[in-house]
């Protein structure tokens, strides 16, 4: 099938190249001039694992295109995705400017029957908008489908994601829509669940705001472990072989970050609240969740006592591993408390360069987990990145001025770090 994705964001860019590896033709559309040169060399504008080679393979094999003429991707393209942006607004509910943008572009290029799915996250009975939003810029009177087919691909896990789905989510009231999209997923192996547009909108939001909702759960737990001097990640690995329960997500650590769950939680918690039916556990999750930080540094100053011009070493800026993103990371909220405690910070991150108003603010950035480690009173894990488990720990343990370890992500090996002399503390006891 021909397929158009409106947006190249890392859900955009992602999914058309794996709707190109099996075996689609597709074309990415932006307005951004620069993204699309980028992306037509071959150059992705982000940190992605593996999926840079594989959008490669496709422009070469001439099934995957990028444009930013609107009129040629509106008129050459049938099936219509679009992908673009749903950033939060200061009261929680979603910005729905791009998705109208993109709406209308449709509408004023459109001039035959289009399917027009959307794939970014979107509030509840915005799919049954969309037709009118198309409508309002159109003179063409041709059908048009409207559907929502939401993504849960994780960033950091983009393409393999994208390819080995748990399951894929089609909600639309037109047939057509229902059925062309359930063909267009036929190569991937997995349970297709077809059902009205409001439903696939709730099922993205509900998705993320359970998982959101765990990450917390075992939070709390961890600091009542904290407490009763019980190890966290045996209670997460009793727990998680549990098949109703199961493994994911119940990782104790500094919480959650990044462009999703903070902000569809937030979105999910303003539609309950305005439609009379406030969600309350989902409101303690996100308070669980802003409180984590500020949970740590206080366990940090138990320990090394007050921060003021103590040498801090951060490491991880992103707000996971495998990525470059740093939205909503909880380093920046764990770098902003460690400053407000007048303590010295010096930073590593494998990909993240530090911004001109960290710098600004007297954090410095080192090029190696060892130089930022030098001379310091402690560190502060704040992202799992493979590498911190992997470091010469012995070397880092002879360059600090004292040997403490404050591991936010409970991912280094306690005992080894003990036994070189390090005092070391994670999340949920040790
Ligand atoms: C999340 C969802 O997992 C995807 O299914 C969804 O498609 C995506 O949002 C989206 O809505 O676009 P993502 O935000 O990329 O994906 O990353 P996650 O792997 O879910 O991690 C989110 C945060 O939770 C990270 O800060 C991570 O460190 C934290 N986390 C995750 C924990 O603290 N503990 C865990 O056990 C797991």
């Not at 950033?87 to 449709?106: F, H, N, Q, T, V």
């Not at 939680?265 to 309350?280: D, F, M, Q, R, Y």
């Not at 603010?361 to 480690?373: D, M, N, R």
Request: charge should be negative.
């Amino acid at each position: 099938m021909k397929i158009l994705f409106i947006g190249m964001g890392y859900v955009g860019t992602t999914m058309s190249t794996a709707l190109a590896m099996a075996g689609h033709l597709v074309t990415g559309f932006d307005v951004d001039e620069e993204k699309i040169s980028s992306l037509k060399e071959g150059k992705l504008y982000f940190h992605e694992p593996e999926l840079q080679e594989m959008m490669v393979e496709r422009i070469r094999n001439k099934q995957l295109f990028f444009t930013t003429d609107p009129q040629k991707a509106i008129e050459g393209h049938d099936i219509i995705f679009i992908t673009v942006g749903t950033p939060s607004l200061s009261s929680g509910k979603a910005d729905l400017r791009y998705i109208k943008k993109a709406a209308e572009m449709i509408g004023r290029y459109k001039a035959s029957e289009k399917i027009v799915v959307i794939k970014s996250t979107v509030p509840i009975g915005t799919t049954r908008n969309l037709e009118q939003w198309v409508q309002s810029s159109s003179v063409d009177s041709s059908l048009l489908h409207t559907a929502m087919n939401p993504e849960f691909l994780r960033e950091g896990n983009a393409l393999h994601d994208a390819l080995n789905p748990d399951r894929i989510v089609i909600g639309s009231e037109s047939s057509k829509a229902l059925h062309t999209l359930t063909k267009l997923y036929q190569a991937f192996h997995c349970p297709i669940v077809t059902t009205s547009s409001q439903a696939a909108e709730m099922i993205k939001y509900a998705s993320n705001a359970f998982l959101a909702t765990k990450i917390s759960f075992i939070n709390e737990i961890a600091r009542l472990c904290d407490q009763k001097k019980i190890e966290i990640q045996d209670v997460s690995k009793g727990m998680g072989l549990d098949h109703r329960i199961g493994p994911a997500f119940l990782q104790a650590g500094l919480g959650y970050g990044g462009s999703c769950f903070p902000k569809d939680t937030k979105e999910l918690l303003w539609t309950a609240e305005n439609s009379g039916c406030p969600l309350h556990i989902l409101q303690e999750a996100e308070k669980v969740n802003q409180s984590q930080p500020q949970y740590f540094i206080d366990k940090i100053k138990q320990k090394v006592g007050p921060l003021e011009k103590k040498k801090a070493a951060v490491f991880g800026l992103s707000f996971k591993p495998h990525t470059d993103d740093t939205r909503e990371s909880v380093s920046f909220s764990t770098i902003e408390k460690l400053l407000l405690e007048k303590a010295q910070v010096q930073v590593h991150d494998p990909v993240v360069k530090l911004t001109k108003n960290w710098l600004d603010q007297g954090v410095e950035q080192f090029p190696s987990a060892y130089a930022a480690a030098k001379d310091c009173d402690f560190i502060v894990i704040c992202t799992d990145w493979p590498e911190y488990g992997e470091l010469d720990w012995g070397k880092i343990h002879s360059l600090m001025k004292d040997g403490s370890i404050f591991d936010g992500r409970n991912m280094l090996d306690a005992v080894y770090l003990k036994s070189l002399g390090f005092h070391y503390q994670g999340i949920g006891y040790e």
